[in-house]
């Protein structure tokens, strides 16, 4: 008999919400923590559906049904995770998905581990332009700012939007964070940024390791 992990990974697959949803209540209702759940059902489902895209065996429609039925299960989820908040905030961060890059499926899991390390996220969704991450930095007195991006076309908008930062004067004042599938320790050294990480648990340990380090005397 399939596992339930199993079979909520072929829901996404599939691309069913309902199953996906069912699957998820049936997880949590084994014990099975959230964060299993994405590790080894959810996250899994969703790469062998870019496997599946890159092959050509996938296009756009069946993608975005994979997508939705994701998110079934990620606002189960989120809440339960989210219960982990601390009241005094660890600091602001500012996060989104660069201008022209509509991925924001990974972005929004960064979010999720930000806020139960205790981070207060301002969230701007996805395609945002250089000049609103500049703007939001200042207006929230931001911390950190800290930029997704998933196609190797848009990721060049994080070294922009650093340059746009420097120019404005705020660059010491804000520590970056990169991060995303094409996104590596050179790409994110060569464009300035502070760090970046590869994985939405250790996005959130590098938000806490930079903030901890600025923040010490
Ligand atoms: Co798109 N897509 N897509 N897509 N899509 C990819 C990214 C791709 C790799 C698929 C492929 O060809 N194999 C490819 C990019 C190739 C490249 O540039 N290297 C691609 C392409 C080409 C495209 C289009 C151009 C397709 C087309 O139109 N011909 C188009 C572009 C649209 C646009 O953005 N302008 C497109 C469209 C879409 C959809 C809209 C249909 C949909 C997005 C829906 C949505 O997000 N709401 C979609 C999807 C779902 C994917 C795949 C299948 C899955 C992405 C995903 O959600 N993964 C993806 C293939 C793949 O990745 N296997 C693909 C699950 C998610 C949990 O992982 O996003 O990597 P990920 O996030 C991780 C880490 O990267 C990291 O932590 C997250 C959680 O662990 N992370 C950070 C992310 N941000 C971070 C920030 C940090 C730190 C870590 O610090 C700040």
């Not at 970046?196 to 996005?203: K, L, N, R, T």
């Amino acid at each position: 008999m399939a596992s339930i992990l199993g079979e909520l990974s072929q829901a996404v697959i599939a691309g069913d919400a309902a199953a996906v949803k069912e699957s998820t209540e049936k997880a949590l209702a084994q014990g099975i923590a959230p964060d299993k759940i994405f590790r080894e059902a959810l996250i899994p489902g969703m790469d062998e559906v870019g496997r599946r895209m890159e092959a050509e065996e996938y296009f756009i429609p069946e993608v975005l049904l994979s997508a939705r039925a994701m998110k079934s299960a990620t606002e189960i989820l989120n809440p339960l995770i989210s219960q982990n908040k601390t009241m005094e905030p660890l600091g602001r961060v500012v996060i989104g998905t660069v201008q022209g890059d509509l991925h924001d499926i990974g972005k929004n899991l960064v979010v999720l581990m930000l806020e139960a390390k205790g981070f207060q996220v301002t969230d701007l969704g996805f395609n945002v332009p250089p000049e609103q991450f500049i703007e939001n930095v200042k207006g929230t007195k931001a911390d950190i700012l800290a930029m997704s991006a998933l196609l190797t076309t848009t990721m060049q908008k994080m070294g922009e939007t650093i340059k746009n930062l420097q120019s404005a004067g705020y660059r010491e004042k804000v520590i970056v964070m990169v991060g995303g599938a094409p996104v590596t320790d050179d790409f994110s050294r060569n464009i300035g940024a502070d760090g970046c990480a590869s994985d939405a648990a250790s996005a959130a340990r590098l938000a806490e390791k930079l903030i901890t380090g600025r923040t010490e005397p």
